[in-house]
């Protein structure tokens, strides 16, 4: 039954908000950790938004973007109404000048829209102005030839952790091992190094608020437990997930403070099971990630 006050899902599928006990959706809260401006994710504040600025087109606009990313397969402008939860005529006129503008394909015989390679244009945009990127690559080359390992950067995003670089090793599912991925911070290596920085209430108000559905036997969903994994990464200077995101896959991560920005990266190294027990991994990989993560957080700060 849901509680009064908790976190729901909004017919977007990945946005929050909070509901009062009549139901009614709230503007999301607004309490934002002085010491990393993190506030938690939800529909738009509305005491925030200036309307006499605020354009709804281009609201509507990229909620038909952010539809494919929660959907992969092409859509037909039906499965985007039922997504976005616009009605139809929006919908249509968004997605007809997106397909001229050149941001979505279309398939003529099945009626069908994708994201475009005109897409890519802005990720590369991100990444090339990116100087978290640009720090870090070198050394995570160097990380993944040393260790033979898959080595990967993120930032946090909302209640996940987003891969910004991935260097994978080994076999993966292909859509794994792709920049851009999404996952549940609370239970991988990065989320919980990332959150080991923050002021330890900010990050106990984060994991409580946060969504904790499992994704194997073995994600630790506790916030308690969770708290003292963080505490733990906090003291030793890493953190680690073993087997909680996907079966057989281990992580270990450090954090990385972005300059004095207030703002923290993780840099992963994933290895498996199968491969390296807990002890070993701690005495071979381990003593490598954390140069690694020495050697870019010197160049963050130089740079």
């Excluded at 729901?8 to 309490?31: A, F, K, L, N, V």
């Excluded at 916030?223 to 680690?240: C, F, K, N, Q, S």
Aim: charged content about 25%; proline content about 6%.
């Amino acid at each position: 039954m849901e509680q009064p006050g908790a976190p729901t899902r909004s017919r977007r599928g990945r946005m929050w908000q909070s509901r009062t006990d009549s139901g009614r959706p709230q503007p999301t809260e607004t309490w934002m950790s002085t010491s990393n401006g993190w506030r938690p994710p939800g529909d738009l504040d509305l005491s925030e938004i200036d309307q006499r600025l605020f354009n709804n087109s281009v609201r509507k606009a990229m909620d038909i973007l952010s539809a494919f990313t929660l959907a992969p397969a092409p859509q037909t402008i039906q499965d985007l109404v039922k997504t976005t939860g616009s009605d139809r005529s929006s919908v249509q006129r968004a997605v007809y000048t997106l397909h001229k503008l050149g941001y979505l394909t279309h398939d003529p015989v099945t009626r069908r829209y994708a994201v475009s390679l005109k897409m890519m244009d802005l990720a590369f945009a991100y990444l090339r102005s990116d100087r978290l990127t640009e720090a870090t690559l070198p050394h995570m080359a160097a990380l993944t030839d040393r260790c033979g390992e898959s080595v990967h950067l993120s930032r946090l995003d909302g209640w996940d952790i987003l891969y910004l670089v991935r260097l994978p090793r080994g076999q993966h599912q292909y859509f794994a091992g792709l920049p851009g991925r999404r996952r549940p911070a609370f239970c991988t290596s990065g989320g919980r190094a990332i959150l080991s920085l923050w002021d330890r209430e900010a990050a106990r108000h984060y994991l409580q608020e946060s969504p904790r559905e499992p994704l194997t036997s073995f994600t630790v969903t506790d916030p308690v437990r969770l708290m003292e994994m963080i505490d733990e990464a906090r003291e030793r200077g890493y953190a680690t997930s073993d087997e909680e995101t996907l079966l057989g896959d281990c992580g270990l991560s450090v954090a990385l403070p972005i300059g004095k920005t207030g703002e923290v990266a993780a840099l992963h190294l994933t290895y498996s099971r199968y491969a390296y027990d807990r002890s070993r991994a701690m005495a071979e990989l381990l003593p490598h990630l954390l140069s690694a993560g020495n050697a870019i957080r010197h160049a963050l700060a130089a740079g």
